[in-house]
């Protein structure tokens, strides 16, 4: 079973800055890529960054530039820091992490995290 826990959202002004974190653990045998995503009030859910586990990322394009994505294999965890942030930001922010089993042949695990909320004030 793998779990993945967030932390780091909350309240904050626009233009201000927020680090989000998110931690796997569980039984798996290693993680493949990671991502955020955030689901707006009567919005659907849109992915904002991605990232591998060698490094690669993508960003949607609103946050380019503002947001960065990074990860730590040692940990497995992913971060995001989020500066300049606007009121458009404002949603619910999730972590997902696509893994692979440890049975043999390895098996893919699609896990989600809880969710955490980040609003931007205006």
């Known amino acids: 079973q793998v779990q993945l826990v967030e932390s780091g959202g909350g309240l904050v002004q626009a233009g201000g800055s927020l680090r989000l974190s998110c931690a796997a653990s569980?039984?798996?045998?290693?993680?493949?890529?990671m991502a955020w995503y955030r689901q707006a009030p009567g919005k659907q859910r849109e992915l904002v960054s991605t990232i591998t586990n060698s490094g690669n990322t993508n960003y949607k394009d609103s946050v380019k530039g503002r947001f960065t994505i990074s990860i730590d294999n040692a940990k497995n965890t992913v971060y995001l820091q989020m500066n300049s942030l606007k009121p458009e930001d404002t949603a619910v922010y999730y972590c997902?992490?696509?893994?692979?089993?440890?049975?043999?042949?390895?098996?893919?695990?699609?896990?989600w995290g809880q969710g955490t909320l980040v609003t931007v004030s205006s």
């Open positions: 569980g039984t798996f045998l290693e993680i493949n890529a």
């Open positions: 997902h992490a696509d893994m692979s089993s440890r049975s043999f042949p390895p098996s893919p695990i699609d896990a």
